[in-house]
């Protein structure tokens, strides 16, 4: 039998790939609107952090979500996206 090759990603926050059902997709949709995609299907541009508040901040200080999603992160933004992580985020 063949192995299911299992897709990884790579955290913004911390630079490891890790399986992608572990992973947070952050996604700017095709109207601009940012939000968690928990499902992983949701049309637009997206990018992957680990569930964890650590690797968010670290995501934010070095700008990489931005420069993934080619958009300006306000702090009412940043706000939701920490609360969304604490109330979704996995252990």
């Known amino acids: ?4 090759k299992i897709p990884m990603r790579k955290c913004l926050g911390c630079n490891e ?3 992608k059902k572990e992973m947070i997709r ?7 609107n940012i ?6 299907k949701a049309s637009g541009r997206g990018c992957y952090i ?4 650590e690797c968010l901040d670290s995501a934010i200080k070095t700008k990489r979500i931005e420069s993934a ?4 992160m306000n702090d009412e933004l940043i706000y939701v996206l920490r609360e969304q992580i ?6």
């Open 1 to 4: 039998m063949l192995k299911k």
């Open 17 to 19: 790939m890790k399986p």
């Open 26 to 32: 952050i996604v700017r949709s095709p109207e601009g």
């Open 35 to 40: 939000n968690m995609d928990l499902k992983g």
């Open 50 to 53: 680990c569930p964890n508040i």
């Open 69 to 72: 999603l080619e958009t300006k």
């Open 86 to 91: 604490q109330e979704n985020g996995k252990p």
